[in-house]
């Protein structure tokens, strides 16, 4: 019995001191006015993120935001519908005690930043497990934060 708790409490402590609280700065925005997105074909990263990319368009999608191929803007969308649109662009860096990626929502008219997103991971068992986590976490943060504001 005196074996478990230890095992537990040895458990406990790694799973909340390995990971960093991840942040995000989201002002008062109105997330409503926007109908669609795009996701810039710019990102960092490597693979991982590069996989990552359909996470990110599914979770817009189920925000309830129209995707737009960030090469097709002017050719989709007619010049009034450009102020509903905003650009997600996502990037990642990786150190030996964690990784960080940060997903940032441009609006596309005014170029502004309108939101940022910072997820950050950190188990150190593999460089590919962190960064997956830290994208996960930037996502989560985004959806939880556009569903507040629509």
Known sequence: MKN???FLTICFITVFSCSTTPN??????????YEFASIGSNVTGGSTIMGALVDLQNSLISCGYK??????????????????LFI????IT???????CIINLTDYVTGYIIASFRGSFAWGWDLEGDQKGAIRDAINQMEKA????I
């Open 94 to 100: 990786s150190t030996k005690e964690q990784s960080v």
């Open 4 to 6: 478990k708790l230890i």
């Open 24 to 33: 995000s700065n989201v002002p008062s925005i109105d997330m409503s006015k």
């Open 146 to 149: 556009i569903k507040k504001y």
């Open 67 to 84: 995707i737009v191929g960030d090469t097709r803007i002017n050719s989709t969308l007619a010049q009034e519908e450009l102020p509903k």
């Open 88 to 91: 997600v662009t996502m990037g």
